[in-house]
């Protein structure tokens, strides 16, 4: 603790080293969440593949399996609900002028991709080439990497100015109160920041790793509740004389 009130006090800068340690541990976490999600989805997807591939593309169109019609539904999370199914449909008897309709999934027709979710309708062409079982588990496992890697430095990025934003404000309400409490010169605006850094940070890690072990509490609980410590601490510091 003496460390810490003498970080507070004495200390360099406004705290930024410890939100980009949050945010990377942080990002950390919700890439392990992901990684979870992705392995319990990876055996369905290749089931899905080992019953719809090969699958041959020229100009621009399905020429095998031709005039097949196939259908899975996935099943994601326990809700029970519409919204826990995924469709994959290979229908190569029609062409794109028959919109897919209805549940959410991926429709592959002989000449177009849709994917449906329940806000929007995406389209992609077909590009040529042969796919089987096995490129589509290795493009699977590079799509997943690729995106993994630029997800998580967007997240750090995110959640860092996040951690940051949270800090200044709770520092400026930390500097009102201080100034109220006749405390103001104990505290400048850098103390107060690197006293609301080192929580912010320290509870963020605490907010995302407790859903790993199903505990959760919110973003907004946690900014008052530094706030709170922080007005504490400043309540215990002696004023200054004049």
């Known amino acids: 603790m003496e460390k810490f ?30 990684k979870n999600f992705y392995g319990e989805m990876r055996p369905q997807a290749l089931i899905v593949a080992n019953d719809f ?10 020429v095998a399996p031709a005039d ?34 209805g549940a959410q999934g991926l429709y592959i027709y002989k000449d177009m991709i849709y994917a449906a979710t329940p806000g929007q309708i995406r389209s992609y062409e077909l590009q040529d080439g042969f796919w089987d079982k096995d490129s589509f588990e290795k493009l699977l496992d590079s799509i997943t990497g690729i995106v993994s890697g630029v997800i998580g430095v967007v997240l750090i990025g995110i959640l860092f100015i996040v951690c940051l934003f949270k800090t200044f404000v709770a520092a400026v309400l930390g500097f009102l109160a201080a100034k109220v409490l006749n405390r103001a010169k104990q505290f400048d605006m850098q103390a107060l920041m ?7 940070s320290a509870f963020e890690i605490l907010r995302w790793g407790g859903t790993l072990l199903g505990i959760s509490f919110t973003g907004f609980q946690i900014f008052w509740v530094v706030v709170l410590l922080e007005i504490f601490y400043i309540l215990m510091e002696k004023p200054s004389e004049e």
Not at 13 to 23: K, P, T
Not at 194 to 200: D, G, K, N, T
């Open 68 to 101: 097949t019609y196939k259908r899975v539904d996935l099943k994601f999370g326990n809700t029970g609900t519409k919204k826990d199914n995924f469709s994959i449909v290979l229908n190569t008897r029609e062409t794109a002028s028959s919109l897919p309709r």
């Open 194 to 200: 690197r006293f609301c850094a080192v929580f912010i």
């Open 5 to 34: 009130v003498n970080y507070v006090r004495n200390g360099k800068g406004i705290g930024l080293l410890f939100m980009l340690a949050a945010s990377v541990v942080v990002t950390i976490v919700m890439l392990l969440v992901a």
């Open 53 to 62: 591939l090969p699958i041959t593309v020229k100009g621009g169109q399905i």
